[in-house]
């Protein structure tokens, strides 16, 4: 537990940051949230996901006051007073208190940071194995708190060595439950384009990719596995971390290939470059 955190309009200590049982996420699952991390104290790329938060919030219909300017202030005093250089910072909106477990209210707000560990170099070195499953998220371009399904399939992944489970329909992939999906045929990177949530990392790395190489976002069906030179998945804690094994098929020769490990590089070059502007402007 961190020593403080956001309450609504308040930063309380961390033993005293609760949420009362009539609140609509304990008893219907219904609210949004968004996850960013701190680079040397500095929140990468928080403007992109402030606004991806209040995008969600604003689709789900939650009805709050928070302006953007009010959570960077708040989230720039809770780095400060939690003292921590790298963190994982969680926006919460909920459909608040209800008097009868079903309408929603004014919504409550709150900005949890802990200290974070990002995965270890094993993992960028060798590849990661990931599971297909059936299934299509009902909401794909809002970022709920909805994760049912990857928590049922958690179990299965840790028996089967995998980190996440990539979803399809039955003939086109989407997205996996906590990452944004890409392979690489022929040096041509391709990622869906539907039925996806917009990944903030999947963003900055078709930007990379478009300047070097060649880029198609459009469906792709499950069956393009098999013919795929490399595999790579990206979100804000993996980064961009190389896919090896999908359920039993090797990717190639199973080892990350050269397209993955240029993006990899040019992503880490692009986040360095984001700190040391930021750090740079306020030292100004």
């Known amino acids: ?33 968004d996850f960013f991390r701190t680079h040397q104290g500095i929140p990468l790329f928080i403007d992109d996901y402030i606004r991806r938060f209040m995008r969600s919030a604003e689709l789900f219909g939650l009805d709050h006051p928070y302006h953007p300017d009010f ?23 909920t459909g608040g208190y209800s008097e009868n477990g079903y309408i929603p209210t004014k919504s409550n707000f709150v900005i949890l940071i802990n200290d974070l560990k990002l995965p270890g170099t094993d993992v960028y070195q060798n590849g990661v194995k990931i599971l297909t499953h059936l299934y299509t998220r009902e909401f794909p371009e809002v970022k709920s708190i909805n994760y049912i399904t990857s928590l049922m399939l958690l179990k299965k992944c840790q028996e089967e060595g995998a980190v996440e489970v990539l979803y399809h329909n039955g003939e086109i992939i989407s997205e996996l439950s906590r990452s944004n ?12 384009d539907q039925g996806i949530l917009s990944g903030i990392t999947r963003s900055k790395i078709l930007h990379l990719a478009r300047e070097h190489y060649e880029v198609e976002e459009r469906s792709l069906r499950l069956d393009e596995i098999s013919g795929a030179d490399e595999a790579f998945i990206t979100s804000t804690l993996k980064r961009l971390m190389p896919v090896v094994k999908i ?38």
Do not use: C, W
């Open 71 to 93: 959570i960077k202030q708040k989230i720039e005093e809770l780095i400060n007073l939690n003292g921590y250089q790298e963190s994982g910072i969680k926006l919460v909106m």
């Open 247 to 284: 359920d039993n098929h090797l990717i190639r020769d199973g080892k990350p290939g050269s397209v993955t490990k240029d993006l990899s590089r040019l992503f880490s070059d692009f986040e360095d470059a984001y700190v040391a502007g930021i750090s740079k402007n306020q030292g100004a």
């Open 1 to 33: 537990m961190s020593k403080y955190y956001l309450l609504n309009d308040r930063i309380v200590p961390g033993e005293e940051a609760r949420l009362h049982v009539s609140d609509l996420s304990i008893l219907r699952g219904y609210g949004v949230f």
């Open 181 to 192: 999906f890409f392979i690489v045929k022929n040096k041509v990177i391709i990622t869906p």
